[in-house]
């Protein structure tokens, strides 16, 4: 592991001496590490069996949201995608959430959804987690929610045996019944993709940062059903963020649909847990 924290300090362009190491948590992916070297201080990711792009694309999702030059990120100052000893280095953040911080947050977020690609998806495949997140681009975000997103997670758990019986036949209903609750003509925002409450943090002052994205374009309101499903956000952050961007009359009815990817998604990953979750959703709309 030396060899690796050590390589990856020479791609991030510091060669000083290493001063401390020590594990950090940093969710159940990767290995992350806490480095101090003599010139500056780094959080340090690494992923012995990552598949390909992985760490390219967590660095192309920080890039974009980045630009948006509305909410907060690490710096990105190197990373490696070589099988067996993948890595992503990055700014080490320091910081305790103040009165402030859901404030901030909400009015920030607000403002990256003020940002537009000109269709849905994104131009790569991603992840979300470690599944396979299959993309492209879209002019209809209907079309794109269902095929790329519920179907894929649908064929995902197909496959893994997730997904049978009654459980499969509600939702393959559901699919073909989707235009009755899914708008089509939804503006393609800067979403961060993944946001749950664990994937923000206060850096210096309590000012908020985003990290670990899993970055498309979409309906805003996909990213803010995701942030109620396991909470971290207080409502003055839903306050904060809906008098700088009102939010859709239909958000509440559609809520539990736009949930339900993410619901898919822990059943995909880690079973059975999720599966009353899932029924439920599917029960209500089928």
């Known amino acids: 592991m030396n060899q690796i924290i050590r390589q990856s300090l020479y791609k991030a362009d510091d060669r000083s ?38 760490f390219e694309l967590e660095a192309d999702g920080l890039r974009l949201i980045k630009s948006t030059k509305s909410i907060s990120v690490p710096d990105v100052l190197a990373f490696s995608d070589k099988k067996g ?8 953040l320091e910081g305790c959430e103040t009165s402030k911080t859901q404030i901030q947050l909400g009015e920030q977020l607000a403002a990256m959804h003020q940002n537009y690609g000109i269709k849905h998806g994104f131009r790569k495949d991603t992840f979300i987690g470690t599944l396979p997140q299959p993309n492209g681009l879209s002019s209809s975000w209907l079309d794109y929610y269902r095929d790329k997103r519920l179907k894929a997670q649908l064929e995902q758990g197909i496959q893994q045996q997730t997904i049978k019986g009654k459980r499969r036949d509600r939702l393959e209903k559901l699919l073909e019944q989707l235009e009755d609750w899914i708008p089509d003509e939804a503006p393609p925002s800067y979403l961060h993709g993944d946001l ?47 008098s700088r961007f009102p939010i859709a009359d239909y958000y509440e009815e559609i809520k539990p649909l736009y949930q339900l990817y993410y ?17 439920s959703v599917l029960k209500r709309y089928v």
């Open 17 to 54: 001496s290493i001063k401390n190491v020590k594990r950090v948590a940093g969710g159940s992916i990767n290995e992350s590490f806490f480095v101090e070297t003599e010139r500056s201080k780094y959080f340090i990711k690494y992923h012995a069996n990552s598949p390909s792009g992985f």
């Open 85 to 92: 000893e993948a890595f992503l280095v990055m700014e080490w």
């Open 196 to 242: 749950w409450g664990g994937n923000w943090l206060p850096g210096p002052d309590g000012n908020p940062y985003l990290i670990d994205p899993s970055f498309l374009y979409g309906d805003r309101h996909f990213e803010l059903a995701f942030t109620e499903l396991f909470g971290g956000f207080t409502s003055a952050f839903y306050e904060a963020y809906a």
């Open 263 to 279: 619901l898919i998604v822990h059943l995909n990953i880690f079973s059975e847990m999720y599966g009353g979750k899932v029924d």
